[in-house]
């Protein structure tokens, strides 16, 4: 059975709006992301093996807290919906918690690392209540796969345009400003304003359309409903490794710049906004490919062809000699990233049906916090990696210039530590099994499945008045 009842594609406006959503995100994201664990080491003065504990505890909090925000939007209906007013209520205490991760006024070194942890803990647990209800709301906002794609791409380029502007503004800084601190305070207090501009954006433009026959959902039917969903687990360990890797890079990012990559080009500030831009930031320009990759190959094809070029640029720039093959190396792990996450965030919305399909049931919270848990592990993982790494090849914050064999461990640890876990990301989607065709069958099944119940329901016929809406056309 097929629904021949159509349905116009998402606007153009209600696309950008939610796009909007994942540019705040990102302000606390990426700035954390990108800098908290250089401003921990050469601002801060925190040991760097001490720092990496801190993003390990903290990562893992974040991932319990994913749980817990996704329980709490399963059990919530209001009149604007279901995922939307977790954006009105949190948005702006995520964004002043970023702003308390960089500004830590104390002096003792046991009090630093005390405020440390608190503001970064604080902040994890205001952004899981943010971006899981805003993540679930992408699979509410639409059922076609080349809408859900848009909005994926979306995400990317409001990421990417959040990393752009980090990249152009504060990463230049790093190496060159005479007062750090103040520079990271400043911009998170300019972030504080614009990010609560971009999220009340999508508060007014991103709308639920899609059915839902359970509105509040029990804690038994969240744990059967993701008991059952195999591809949401399979997506899950996938995503823990690539993030993993992709964290390796993130946190390494300004330390190749400044560091290793120095050595070929010389002093200067502008490295750090290059590599930013063609690693983290290469959201932005990726981004908008994701509709038609997912047209030409498929979501799932879509995520291991992006495996394969990660790979192939950190093999690429672990043998480069020069600096031009190295930032080539880097703009393919870059690519490969980007895409990566395009592709995921589509897969994502795509099990919310499969899990509906075994028990009838839309658990969209307790399916994107199941995935985002696996995601801030990996998130922990790749940070601690990159800070223990450091540790061990024997980098010095205080020092001016790094010796040989520290410059010669960063590049083997981008090199090849991400490429290793890019690798077992591509094996474990090797047998994912929703593909285009069997996202279609899904459909269909659900649609069967909600007529029945209806007939059930209301023996005498359906009426206008009481016929379930249908599903949206598929591209």
Request: proline content about 4%; charged content about 15%.
């Amino acid at each position: 059975m097929t629904s021949t009842t159509t349905r116009p594609h998402l606007s153009f406006r209600t696309v950008a709006g939610y796009g909007a959503g994942d540019a705040g995100n990102n302000i606390a994201f990426q700035m954390t992301g990108l800098f908290l664990l250089i401003f921990y080491t050469n601002v801060v003065g925190i040991d760097p093996v001490h720092a990496g504990n801190i993003f390990l505890f903290v990562k893992i909090w974040d991932a319990f807290a994913d749980l817990f925000a996704g329980r709490m939007v399963d059990r919530t209906m209001t009149r604007w919906g279901k995922f939307r007013p977790f954006i009105l209520w949190y948005s702006v205490p995520l964004l002043a918690a970023n702003l308390l991760c960089f500004w830590i006024p104390v002096d003792d070194y046991g009090m630093k690392i005390v405020w440390a942890v608190v503001s970064y803990a604080v902040l994890g647990l205001l952004y899981s209540l943010v971006n899981i209800p805003f993540g679930s709301l992408a699979g509410a906002m639409s059922q076609d796969p080349v809408d859900r794609s848009r909005l994926a791409s979306a995400r990317m380029v409001g990421s990417g345009a959040t990393i752009l502007l980090l990249s152009l503004v504060l990463a230049p800084q790093i190496a060159g400003a005479d007062d750090l601190s103040t520079t990271f305070l400043l911009t998170a207090v300019a972030f504080l304003v614009v990010g609560t501009a971009l999220y009340m954006w999508t508060f007014l433009t991103s709308k639920e359309n899609v059915f839902r026959e359970v509105e509040r959902v029990t804690l038994r039917e969240t744990v059967a409903t993701v008991r059952q969903n195999g591809p949401l687990v399979r997506l899950c360990i996938a995503s823990f490794f690539y993030l993993t890797g992709q964290n390796v890079v993130s946190a390494m990012g300004i330390y190749i710049a400044n560091d290793a990559l120095s050595q070929y080009a010389g002093a200067g500030n502008w490295l750090a906004s290059v590599v930013t831009i063609i690693t983290t930031g290469a959201v932005l320009y990726v981004g908008p490919l994701g509709p038609g990759v997912t047209r030409r190959l498929g979501k799932k094809h879509g995520f291991l062809a992006a495996c394969l070029v990660a790979v192939a640029g950190g093999v690429l720039f672990g043998v480069g000699d020069n600096l031009l093959v190295s930032l080539f190396g880097l703009f393919l792990i870059g690519l490969g990233m980007a895409l990566l996450n395009t592709m995921t965030w589509a897969l994502e919305a795509d099990t919310v049906e499969y899990g509906e399909l075994k028990t009838g049931i839309r658990t969209e919270g307790a399916t994107y916090s199941a995935f985002s848990f696996t995601r801030k592990v990996g998130q922990a993982v790749g940070a601690a990696i990159a800070a223990y790494a450091l540790g061990l090849i024997g980098f010095d914050g205080a020092a001016d210039v790094q010796p040989q064999s520290v410059l010669d461990g960063m590049t083997l640890t981008v090199a090849v530590i991400p490429a290793i876990f890019f690798l077992l990301a591509f094996a474990i989607m090797w047998r994912y099994p929703i593909t285009e065709d069997r996202f279609v069958e899904i459909m269909d099944q659900i649609e069967e499945n909600r007529a029945r119940r209806h007939a059930e329901l209301h023996p005498e016929g359906e009426t206008a008045a009481t016929s379930p809406e249908p599903l949206p056309a598929r591209a």
